[in-house]
């Protein structure tokens, strides 16, 4: 992959780039052009047809921990693998609650309806901002 950092140096607002089927097998390959200094711009990026992507999806039955590794690397990107990158929905274990009705989800901790612990502090607060 060192051949291809000159990349970052000379196309620094690239956008697109496909590296389909080189053979990538570490995402450690990916650093010679990854980085906050190298290729900001990018918005594109196709992995697709290498070990890299196959392996990570291997281990872990299915490809998040891959996509969400990617974009560590290449925070601007928005489109992996010819999927975007927002595509994927966060549900921290919780599965859909939107479909379950408010009284029979239950979550670890009761969930409070303000921040304030006090009415008290939500006035002082409140006065505080408007000043």
Do not use: C, W
Request: charged share 20%; no cysteine.
């Amino acid at each position: 992959m060192q051949p291809i950092s000159s990349i970052a140096q000379f196309f620094p607002k690239l956008q697109n780039l496909s590296l389909k089927g080189n053979n990538i097998t570490r995402l450690k390959d990916l650093e010679y052009i990854a980085g906050p200094k190298k290729l900001a711009s990018l918005r594109e990026l196709i992995l697709l047809d290498n070990p890299v992507r196959d392996l990570a999806i291997q281990k872990n039955g299915d490809d998040f921990s891959y996509r969400s590794d990617i974009t560590k690397m290449f925070p601007s990107l928005q489109v992996l693998d010819q999927t975007s990158v927002t595509a994927a929905k966060i549900s921290f274990g919780l599965g859909d609650l939107a479909a379950v009705e408010k009284d029979t989800a239950a979550l670890p901790v009761p969930i409070k309806g303000n921040f304030y612990d006090s009415p008290g502090t939500q006035a002082m607060v409140h006065e505080f901002l408007t000043r």
